[in-house]
């Protein structure tokens, strides 16, 4: 069941100085002594899981910085179906478009805080501050390169190769919180958005995670967290080369 959108009363126009993952985020490139500024273009939300964050084809008014917990992003059809394309965690902007309407819908897998700037803020923003600007067209390019990655993976990748590089990007794009959780893997989506974003089906998901198990190239299960035994081995695995 989707919830709605809940905002967080009281502005705290000092939480830019004291935010944990600005420099994970757009938000870096904007210095200290403008953060106030920052701050006022936006409002921090607080969201639980399942609340719809963008309906896709719905006007593109607002946009979001998640600053914590993971949103999955979808494109749907007349008929009800759905596609999960990505998962955005923390440092990821989400709304931003040409067009007038959002051309994908969002969720939150998890407990989920974003910063929301409406448009107008926003193009003020990018007006004033062109090194702004800059690190959204960055955030942009590293999107582009992400869907021709998964392109890649739906068009041409077996199902071990592509739950390898799953579970690869989800390793490199955590932020570590403390040394020696490099090899940690963060799962809070449900097997069944897994096997959605992969093209594969719930048992050959399991299968496989199974099986990268009995090889020793991870360990743990989902809900705990999965670590990563031989990031070297996932990575062969994942660019198609494990037994080069």
Same mark, same amino acid.
């Given at each position: 069941?989707?919830?709605?959108?809940?905002?967080?009363?009281?502005?705290?126009?000092?939480?830019?100085?004291?935010? $944990?993952? &600005?420099?994970?985020?757009?938000?870096?490139?904007?210095?200290?002594?403008d953060l106030v500024v920052l701050a006022k273009s936006s409002k921090q939300l607080s969201l639980p899981p399942n609340t719809t964050?963008?309906? +896709?084809?719905?006007?593109?008014?607002? #946009?979001?910085n998640v600053t914590a917990g993971t949103v999955k992003l979808f494109k749907s059809l007349p008929d009800g179906r759905r596609q *999960?394309?990505?998962f955005a965690d923390v440092g990821h902007f989400l709304g931003l478009t040409n067009a007038g309407t959002y051309s994908f819908g969002? +969720?939150? /897998?998890?407990?989920?805080? /974003?910063?929301?700037?409406?448009?107008? @803020?926003? =193009?003020?923003?990018?007006?004033?501050?062109? @090194? #702004? +600007? &800059?690190? !959204?067209?960055?955030?942009?390019?590293?999107?582009?390169?992400?869907?021709?990655?998964?392109?890649?993976?739906?068009?041409?990748?077996?199902?071990?190769?592509?739950?390898?590089?799953?579970?690869?990007? &989800?390793? *490199? %794009?955590?932020?570590? @919180?403390?040394?020696? =959780? $490099?090899? &940690? /893997?963060? !799962?809070?989506?449900?097997?069944?958005?897994?096997?959605?974003?992969?093209? !594969?089906?719930?048992?050959?998901?399991?299968?496989? *995670?199974?099986?990268?198990?009995?090889? %020793?190239?991870?360990?743990?299960?989902? %809900?705990?967290?999965?670590?990563?035994?031989?990031?070297?081995? !996932?990575?062969?695995?994942?660019?198609?080369? $494990?037994?080069?």
């Amino acid at each position: 069941m989707r919830r709605r959108l809940v905002i967080n009363g009281g502005e705290d126009m000092h939480r830019c100085l004291v935010c $944990e993952i &600005r420099d994970q985020s757009v938000c870096r490139a904007i210095d200290d002594d403008d953060l106030v500024v920052l701050a006022k273009s936006s409002k921090q939300l607080s969201l639980p899981p399942n609340t719809t964050l963008i309906e +896709e084809g719905s006007s593109a008014t607002a #946009f979001f910085n998640v600053t914590a917990g993971t949103v999955k992003l979808f494109k749907s059809l007349p008929d009800g179906r759905r596609q *999960i394309t990505g998962f955005a965690d923390v440092g990821h902007f989400l709304g931003l478009t040409n067009a007038g309407t959002y051309s994908f819908g969002a +969720e939150t /897998v998890d407990t989920v805080q /974003v910063c929301r700037f409406m448009r107008p @803020q926003l =193009e003020t923003l990018l007006a004033d501050y062109p @090194q #702004f +600007e &800059r690190r !959204l067209l960055a955030e942009v390019t590293d999107e582009l390169a992400e869907a021709q990655e998964q392109m890649l993976l739906l068009g041409r990748k077996t199902a071990r190769e592509r739950v390898a590089s799953f579970l690869l990007a &989800r390793m *490199i %794009h955590r932020p570590c @919180q403390t040394t020696g =959780e $490099e090899n &940690r /893997v963060s !799962l809070p989506m449900t097997r069944v958005d897994i096997a959605d974003y992969l093209g !594969l089906t719930i048992e050959t998901v399991s299968r496989t *995670i199974s099986a990268l198990r009995r090889d %020793h190239i991870i360990t743990g299960t989902d %809900h705990h967290g999965i670590r990563v035994l031989s990031p070297s081995r !996932l990575r062969g695995l994942a660019s198609g080369q $494990e037994n080069a």
